[in-house]
C-alpha cells in the first residue's frame, strides 16, 4: 500500500472514531474495504491524485469477479463515498471519484421474522429456577420488548433503565440515543434479574446490566449461543440469530396496526425507507389472508 494513502486511511480511521463515535466493528469494517480499495490501486499502479469513476467501478467489478455479491460491493462504495468525502472535505482531493458510480442493483431481501407463537415459545425456553435462566429471560424478554440490535442488548448500563417508568435509552449506530417504551413483562423479568441474580454476580465496579456468573459483561457471541441453544429447546426450526427477533418485534408492531414512524424511531433507523421493508412482509400477510378469505380471493 503507498504510504501516502495508508496515513490517509489512518487518518480517517482516526476521524470516525474520534470526531463521530463509530462503533469498533463499523470502524473495523471500513478500514478493511480502505484497506482492499488501497491494494487494488497499488497493482493497477495508480496513484489517489490520478483516481476517477473509472476506476472505481474497475475495482467494482474486480470485487465481483472474486465472489463479492451486490450487497456487499454496495458496502464497499458506501464506505469509498465516506472516505472520498472526508479527502475532499480536508482538501486532499479536489473531487470525489465515486460521485457519478451507481451503486450495483440490489434485490430486495425481506427479512425474515418469528411467528407469535414461536416468539413465546422462545421466550418461555429459559429455565427460570436457576440464576442463568432469570437473567437469559430478562435479556430475550428485553430484546423483543423494546427491538434492541444485540450490540444495544448487551452494552445496555444500568443507567440506561427506568423501570419505573417502564423505559430504557438505547444507543445505536454512532451512538445516538433513544428511548423505548419496555412494556410491564419485561420490566418484571428485569426487576427480578437485578434483584435475584446480578447483585450476587456483578463486581463492585461493573456498570452493565447483563453479566456472567464470574461478574463481567455479557459478550454479543455468548448471547448468539444461548439464543441458538433456546431455539432448538423451544422446537423452533428457524435458522435463529439476535437480530430476527428486532425483525420480529418490527413486524408484529406493524401487524397490530403501530404508525410507521413510531416503528422508525423505536428502531433507530435514520431513514423511513430502512423501516418500510416491514410494511412490504406485513402486506404480504395481508395478500395470503385475502386469497385465503375474500370470495373473489
Known sequence: MPAALHQLIDAYIDHLKVERGLGEATVEAYSTDLT???R???QEGVALGALDGGMIAGFLVALSRSGVGARSQSRYLSSLRGFFKYLVSERHLRADPT????APRLAQKLPSFLTRDEVL???AAPDVTKPRGVR???M???MYAAGLRVSELVHLELGDLNLETGFLAAYGKGRKRRIVPLGRVACAHLGRYLAQVRGRWARASESSVFVTSRGGPLTRQAFWKSIKRYAVKAGITKNISPHKLRHSFATHLLHGGADLRAVQTMLGHADISTTQIYTHVSGDRLQ????KY???G
Not at 395470503?288 to 386469497?291: N, Q, S, V, Y
Open 36 to 38: 482492499k480499495l488501497a
Open 136 to 138: 437469559d429471560a430478562a
Open 294 to 296: 375474500h370470495p373473489r
Open 99 to 102: 460521485e457519478l458510480v451507481d
Open 40 to 42: 487494488y490501486l497499488d
Open 140 to 142: 430475550l424478554q428485553t
Open 288 to 291: 395470503r389472508m385475502h386469497e
Open 121 to 123: 415459545r422462545l421466550l
